[in-house]
């Protein structure tokens, strides 16, 4: 079974940074692919960002391609996502997910995502 637990979020105004982090436990079969999505309010849950656990290969959402970079520290248990030159439409609950070679889920960038964390809330304002 694997956990995610997300913190790092809050207010902040545009222009501004945040760097969320995601502490994650269980197998790590079951973690090989590590993911940031979004959700803001009345619209469908998007992806970020997404990293290989082994490989730290990299794809991000266009949206966000050059502001945001996501990083893990494998020793650590830990994903990370550094969110500079923030919009206000980057305004959004963030989640932390996690794929395995076999979880149907939520795809992005090639990675089925299955697990997930229970989100923490970005707003930035203009």
């Known amino acids: 079974q694997v956990q995610l637990v997300e913190s790092g979020g809050g207010s902040v105004q545009a222009g501004g940074s945040l760097r969320l982090s995601c502490a994650a436990s269980g197998d790590t079969y079951s973690r090989y692919c590590m993911g940031w999505f979004r959700q803001a309010p009345g619209k469908r849950r998007e992806g970020v960002a997404r990293?290989?656990?082994?490989?730290?290969?990299?794809y991000y959402a266009d949206s966000v391609k050059g502001r945001f970079t996501i990083s893990q520290d494998n020793a650590k248990n830990t994903l990370y996502l550094q969110m500079n030159s923030l919009k206000p439409e980057d305004t959004a609950m963030y989640f932390c997910?996690?794929?395995?070679?076999?979880?149907?889920?939520?795809?992005?960038?090639?990675?089925?995502?299955?697990?997930w964390g229970q989100g923490t809330q970005v707003t930035v304002s203009s």
């Open positions: 990293i290989y656990r082994n490989s730290g290969n990299t």
């Open positions: 997910a996690a794929a395995s070679p076999s979880t149907r889920g939520s795809s992005f960038g090639g990675c089925d995502f299955g697990y």
